[in-house]
């Protein structure tokens, strides 16, 4: 019979009936066990107080954020979880005087035309005034590859402190009042003002640290297709080599084919910027109509594992020419301005057309273990496939 019916006095006794139980699970059938089960995540909503005090906004707290924390700029990109870009930026500046009807439409245009971030690549659609004094523009953002992104930017100002929002428009019916919901629940602080300045501030509004610049899409003549372009990073300190990742779309979004590759240089130092070239050697399939461009990884770690040489104690002197097989060939030497060896040398080669398109990219580890202070030592790199006709170049060397 069971056990479990009979009473015990003996705490050893109990001790051994709780280990035999243990060993056979019962008195008879399998084994249950009973693990506790974890709570759900917390998706209520959060307010969101920017560091220097100068917005705060209700947004679901499983969003991740990128700041921007100086004496005359306060910014947040926020991000769902496993978004590619920020769906929503938040950014402020102090103008120093509170503008009158006049300067606020004047503002509009300037913000609109010439400072925003994604200038190069946003186009204004509409825009309306608000009943609260604000102002709503919609627009759209073209995107790497041929895709398109509408975006909703809300222009406010509390006193002489201007918001701007930038909204990435949600395909459906309930994401598009969840966000409604949530511009709505801007808050400026007045009481604590940012130190004054121009409303170009904004440009440097960035929605994350790293961004894609310039890219351009283009084949050889044996139909080999290349992704060019660089990678810009805004932050404030060096990270490594980023992965891109580029795919290449059916009409319908249906991915294809792809090629993945690493920045070119060992990192990617703060306001510097390093290129890259994907090829797809088979070039594109018959029913390919677009490409997207990815940044990073899971696996990616973004702190630079070794530090990077100074660049500004680096200077190349460099020329140019094409030679028979058409072949660029930028040549020179580097010298070491420093006072520490620079070692493991790497000399990167980006090349730009008219329109600042990067058509080409390079590199080339030069053939010493270092270049001793005050040494020259010299490079060639040599690139046997060009995206268009260059216009300029731009020759940085890497070391560590």
Same mark, same amino acid.
């Given at each position: 019979?069971?056990?479990?019916?009979?009473?015990?006095?003996?705490?050893?006794?109990?001790?051994?009936?709780?280990?035999?139980?243990?060993?056979?699970?019962?008195?008879?059938?399998?084994?249950?066990?009973?693990?506790?089960?974890?709570?759900?995540?917390?998706?209520?909503?959060?307010?969101?107080?920017?560091?220097?005090?100068?917005?705060?906004?209700?947004?679901?707290?499983?969003?991740?954020?990128?700041?921007?924390?100086?004496?005359?700029?306060? $910014?947040? !990109? +926020?991000?769902?979880?496993?978004? @590619?870009?920020?769906?929503?930026?938040? #950014?402020? %500046?102090?103008?120093? &005087?509170?503008?009158? $009807?006049? !300067? +606020?439409?004047?503002?509009?245009? @300037?913000?609109?035309?010439?400072?925003? #971030?994604? %200038?190069?690549?946003? &186009?204004?659609?509409?825009?309306? !005034?608000?009943?609260?004094?604000?102002? @709503?523009?919609?627009?759209?953002?073209?995107?790497?590859?041929?895709?398109?992104?509408?975006?909703?930017?809300?222009?406010?100002?509390?006193?002489?402190?201007?918001?701007?929002?930038?909204?990435?428009?949600?395909?459906?019916?309930?994401?598009?009042?969840?966000?409604?919901?949530?511009?709505?629940?801007?808050?400026?602080?007045?009481?604590?003002?940012?130190?004054?300045?121009?409303?170009?501030?904004?440009?440097?509004?960035?929605?994350?640290?790293?961004?894609?610049?310039?890219?351009?899409?283009?084949?050889?003549?044996?139909?080999?297709?290349?992704?060019?372009?660089?990678?810009?990073?805004?932050?404030?300190?060096?990270?490594?080599?980023?992965?891109?990742?580029?795919?290449?779309?059916?009409?319908?979004?249906?991915?294809?084919?792809?090629?993945?590759?690493?920045?070119?240089?060992?990192?990617?130092?703060?306001?510097?910027?390093?290129?890259?070239?994907?090829?797809?050697?088979?070039?594109?399939?018959?029913?390919?109509?677009?490409?997207?461009?990815?940044?990073?990884?899971?696996?990616?770690?973004?702190?630079?594992?070794?530090?990077?040489?100074?660049?500004?104690?680096?200077?190349?002197?460099?020329?140019?020419?094409?030679?028979?097989?058409?072949?660029?060939?930028?040549?020179?030497?580097?010298?070491?301005?420093?006072?520490?060896?620079?070692?493991?040398?790497?000399?990167?080669?980006?090349?730009?057309?008219?329109?600042?398109?990067?058509?080409?990219?390079?590199?080339?580890?030069?053939?010493?273990?270092?270049?001793?202070?005050?040494?020259?030592?010299?490079?060639?790199?040599?690139?046997?496939?060009?995206?268009?006709?260059?216009?300029?170049?731009?020759?940085?060397?890497?070391?560590?």
């Amino acid at each position: 019979m069971c056990a479990a019916g009979l009473w015990f006095n003996s705490v050893a006794m109990r001790r051994w009936l709780i280990l035999l139980l243990l060993i056979l699970g019962g008195c008879g059938g399998d084994a249950v066990i009973f693990a506790p089960t974890p709570p759900p995540p917390d998706l209520s909503p959060l307010r969101y107080q920017h560091p220097g005090g100068v917005f705060s906004i209700v947004v679901p707290r499983t969003w991740s954020t990128y700041v921007i924390n100086t004496t005359q700029l306060a $910014a947040t !990109a +926020f991000s769902p979880p496993d978004a @590619r870009d920020p769906a929503l930026t938040v #950014a402020v %500046v102090n103008l120093g &005087s509170t503008p009158d $009807a006049d !300067a +606020f439409t004047a503002l509009l245009n @300037r913000y609109q035309s010439q400072i925003r #971030a994604d %200038v190069e690549f946003y &186009s204004e659609q509409n825009r309306q !005034a608000m009943g609260d004094g604000s102002w @709503r523009m919609t627009g759209i953002r073209q995107l790497p590859g041929g895709e398109t992104q509408p975006i909703n930017t809300f222009i406010q100002q509390a006193g002489s402190q201007i918001a701007v929002m930038d909204v990435v428009v949600p395909e459906d019916a309930a994401g598009q009042a969840e966000m409604q919901r949530i511009v709505n629940t801007l808050q400026i602080n007045s009481d604590d003002p940012l130190e004054a300045s121009d409303l170009s501030t904004l440009s440097s509004a960035k929605r994350t640290n790293l961004a894609l610049l310039h890219l351009y899409a283009w084949s050889t003549a044996e139909g080999v297709f290349f992704i060019t372009g660089e990678v810009a990073n805004y932050g404030t300190t060096a990270v490594g080599a980023a992965p891109v990742r580029a795919v290449m779309t059916t009409a319908e979004g249906q991915p294809l084919i792809e090629a993945v590759d690493t920045v070119m240089g060992y990192g990617i130092p703060p306001g510097g910027f390093a290129p890259f070239s994907l090829r797809f050697g088979q070039g594109q399939p018959n029913n390919a109509r677009g490409y997207q461009v990815y940044l990073g990884s899971d696996e990616w770690q973004a702190e630079l594992g070794e530090p990077l040489f100074p660049v500004e104690q680096l200077i190349a002197a460099d020329e140019s020419s094409f030679d028979g097989q058409g072949r660029l060939i930028v040549s020179g030497s580097v010298e070491n301005m420093g006072t520490d060896p620079a070692r493991a040398p790497r000399a990167v080669l980006t090349v730009f057309d008219g329109s600042q398109n990067v058509i080409a990219a390079a590199f080339v580890d030069l053939p010493v273990e270092a270049i001793a202070p005050g040494e020259s030592v010299p490079y060639q790199i040599i690139v046997p496939e060009i995206g268009g006709e260059p216009v300029s170049y731009i020759v940085v060397v890497q070391a560590h």
